[in-house]
Structure formats: structure tokens, C-alpha cells
């Protein structure tokens, strides 16, 4: 842990403003929720909140489903990072950060179904993917996270039977956040 040298007063009811310039640093936007910890006598520990985090068991389960009932690799998401990915070689993808084109999806609650080779980056990094669909995750609507099917092979598509099948995943995991 560092010092920034930023010090802010607390306002009548307890608030505090935190800072453009680490809001913009730790992706911190509107809405977005801070987990508060308390870690001595003195210190307070604000962590970004990820409801799939706590999801993780249960969405390496589906993904492991899916992967074995589609054919495709499956990456979920929270709203900054891949949590969860199954399929060949893709456990090295699980903590990356996702792009702002799927922040963006995901933000707007768009089913996006490509089912062509695809130009969209669904990382960080310089690797294309060939992302097939991308199912944002809605919980008492509000956007927390996607699920990701992508494949090696860009003639690959998704059939109805697949896309039914995700949806249904989908709908499990608001479900069981809703309850």
C-alpha cells in the first residue's frame, strides 16, 4: 500500500469525493459498487466489487457445460475482467481485462451475435478471439458481467440450439442473483 498525498474532509453525512484521477486509474464508474474493509484500527480498504467473483464456482461449472455441450470456448466476465474460462488453452485468459468494446456491450445489455469472422477484440490484449456471441449478464437490471462464446475455427457458427442454450445459462445466473 501506497500514499497518494491526496487528503479529502468527510462531508456532513459521511461522504467522501473520491478523485477523477484514481477513479480513472482503478475503472471506477458511475454506480459501480466499492466493497469496504476494515483492515486495523485505522485503516479502511475500499475494493471494486465484482458479483461474479462470488459467482465463480457456479460459472466454471456452466462453462464447463457448455464447452462440453457447443464445441466453443467460454469466457464470463465481470465487468472488467475475465473470471471464468473454459476450453483448450484458455486458462491463461482468466484475470485479463476486457476491451472497452466489451465493456460497451455490456454496458448497453446488447446480445451480440457475430456468427462471421469478427474484427471485435474481446481483450486487453492484441488477441483475436473470434468472439461468436456475447450474452451480457443482467441482474434486477443491472449489467454485471457477459458470457463469451469464441472459437479457433472462424467458420464456426452458433446454432439455434447453442444460442437457446446460453441464453438459458444466462437466465440461471440472474436468477440465482435475484433470489
Known sequence: MYSTGIIKKIDNLGRIVLPKE???????????????????????????????????????????????????????????????????NTSLFVGEEISDKLIDIIEKRMIYNVNLASDIKILRTDENLNPKIIIPLIVDSKSIGSIVLFTDEIEKTVKDKEYELLKFVASLISTKLEI
Do not use: H, P, Q, W
Open 22 to 88: 484514481i477513479r480513472r486509474k482503478l475503472k471506477i464508474r458511475e454506480n459501480d459498487e466499492l466493497e469496504i474493509f476494515l483492515d486495523s484500527e485505522e485503516t479502511i480498504l475500499l475494493k471494486k466489487y465484482s458479483t461474479m467473483k462470488d459467482l465463480k464456482k457456479e460459472c466454471a461449472l456452466y462453462a464447463s457445460i457448455l464447452n462440453k455441450e457447443t464445441g466453443f470456448k467460454v469466457m464470463f466476465t465481470d465487468k472488467d475482467k475475465v473470471t471464468v474460462c473454459k476450453g483448450k
